[in-house]
């Protein structure tokens, strides 16, 4: 585990975030397009290294990989956002990526702490359980490390974080439609985390997506007129997941849309433009890492 996570980081030293105008782009960007779009997504290679240590970790279910992503991203959108508070040229944001990227696997491991201990975990992920942990599989972190990046990225979000994961929306969504057979919620959960596994590819199409359809877009008149400042938020992409599992699942899709549309108070056109997209590429993925439910001991 530990000498796949460090391939990565020597690999993709820049890429594990990326601006969301262009996610598959290769060519540079002059610093002031990154100081105008502060939003980042993490990319596929970044995505897989906080799912591996979460299974590491023991919290590789209940959507806390996905959660911790999203809590990565706003970690380094802030500190991106602060960085450009003052005038930059080209070699201090090489530098700056180059020390953000080495302490990704510390910073991952701070939001996989704070996702988790948000759900109902039979064993707290204390400091000295994830230094155990991971010590086991040849990373050393110090415990004063661990515990003050914690706080540091929790501090660094506003003390803020989200109640439910995307898992436990997707399910909740099923319920309030009708689905509610274990098998059925049973898929929900699985496409979930793999809709969030690939999220960064998802975007990418549905900012294609809203070019194409801009009367489509669910969010503000601003961001219609600006494809690129578009977003999927967890509730649509949920809603989605949701509906693409009772697709397969052979229910009465249709009738479906039309509910799930009125009960997230969104478009049907985008809301099933999202489930295409998960049912037609995403539900026979199997190339992601399975979920661990063992607990720390």
């Not at 400091?127 to 540091?152: C, N, P, Q, Y």
């Not at 039309?258 to 478009?267: G, I, K, Q, V």
Request: glycine residues 4%; aromatic residues 10%.
């Amino acid at each position: 585990m530990s000498m796949m996570i460090f391939h990565y980081i020597r690999r993709h030293l820049y890429s594990f975030y990326v601006d969301k105008n262009n996610t598959r782009a290769r060519t540079k960007r002059n610093v002031k397009e990154y100081a105008r779009w502060p939003v980042l997504l993490l990319q596929s290679n970044a995505r897989r290294l906080v799912w591996a240590i979460s299974g590491v970790l023991g919290v590789g279910a209940k959507g806390v990989p996905g959660s911790s992503c999203r809590l990565l991203e706003q970690y380094i959108s802030r500190k991106i956002e602060l960085f450009f508070q003052q005038s930059r040229n080209t070699e201090e944001w090489d530098a700056y990526k180059t020390r953000l990227a080495g302490r990704f696997v510390l910073l991952a491991v701070s939001c996989i702490q704070l996702t988790a201990k948000m759900q109902d975990l039979m064993a707290p992920l204390t400091a000295t359980l994830v230094r155990s942990a991971l010590l086991k599989e040849g990373i050393d972190l110090s415990r004063e490390d661990i515990v003050a990046m914690e706080f540091h990225v929790f501090r660094t979000i506003n003390f803020t974080l989200p109640l439910w994961t995307s898992l436990e929306i997707s399910e909740f969504l099923a319920t309030q439609v009708g689905l509610v057979r274990r098998s059925i919620l049973e898929a929900v959960g699985l496409i979930t985390n793999i809709t969030e596994f690939y999220r960064d590819v998802l975007e990418l199409q549905m900012k294609g997506w809203v070019t194409r359809n801009p009367a489509g877009n669910p969010v503000s008149t601003a961001s219609r007129r600006n494809p690129d400042s578009v977003t999927i938020h967890n509730l649509h992409m949920c809603a989605g997941v949701v509906l693409a599992t009772a697709r397969y699942f052979r229910s009465q899709f249709t009738d479906l849309v039309h509910r799930m549309a009125t009960l997230t108070r969104s478009l049907p056109a985008y809301l099933k433009a999202i489930s295409d997209y998960v049912f037609n590429n995403l539900t026979e993925h199997t190339d992601m890492p399975t979920p661990k439910k063992r607990r720390l001991q």
